[in-house]
């Protein structure tokens, strides 16, 4: 199983003048636009996509998740989804096919996307390899008109994170350490996806 971004995100989560507020310079002062800038990226990498903490994703992005063979469940591992866009394989003779969307059904209401085999369906059968099926989603906060739609508490905990490191330029203050406002791990901690046992 492999991820790919196909279309990054046009928006951010936060914007500069949001963050310049939040360190408390005045947003005509352009002295620290770049610096600023790189914080936000930072700390929406922190909290985004794969490899961030939640996994999930904030602002509207398209991803392609690729599989060895159908299984009559695929999950998809990114949260939350929007939509799947097509499901594409390669057939036995090697040729890409698009999947008919009458031969499954995309779960949106449970906490994780499925895309599910329906019972009266078969898949086709897929070349011998590896990625032989492709799956294309749109996965983020949908946009609500004009505005971002990331749940507020997860704006304000990258806005933590630029306050934090723009107040704290190396990675350990000799004499002083400090690490992230325990308000951060407060903000997210809704969102990260638990393990049951």
């Not at 749109?138 to 508490?153: H, R």
């Amino acid at each position: 199983m492999g991820l790919k971004l196909i279309t990054p995100p046009t928006t951010s989560p936060v914007s500069l003048d949001d963050a310049k507020r939040q360190v408390r310079v005045h947003t005509s002062d352009n002295t620290f636009n770049a610096e600023l800038q790189a914080y936000i990226d930072a700390a929406t990498n922190h909290l985004d996509g794969p490899n961030g903490i939640l996994d999930r994703v904030l602002e509207p992005q398209v991803w392609e998740l690729t599989l060895d063979a159908f299984t009559d469940s695929i999950e998809i591992p990114l949260r939350p989804v929007i939509s799947v866009e097509s499901i594409k394989y390669s057939d036995a003779d090697g040729a890409e096919q698009t999947l008919n969307p009458d031969a499954y059904t995309v779960d949106l209401s449970s906490s994780t996307a499925w895309v599910v085999r329906n019972s009266a369906e078969s898949y086709p059968q897929t070349v011998d390899g590896i990625n032989a099926v492709r799956v294309r989603f749109t996965a983020g906060y949908a946009l609500s008109g004009s505005e971002s739609g990331v749940p507020a508490a997860l704006k304000q905990a990258i806005l933590l994170l630029v306050g934090h490191f723009f107040e704290n330029k190396a990675a350990v203050s000799v004499g002083n350490p400090t690490e992230v406002p325990l308000a951060f791990n407060a903000l997210v901690m809704p969102y990260r996806r638990l393990a049951i046992a």
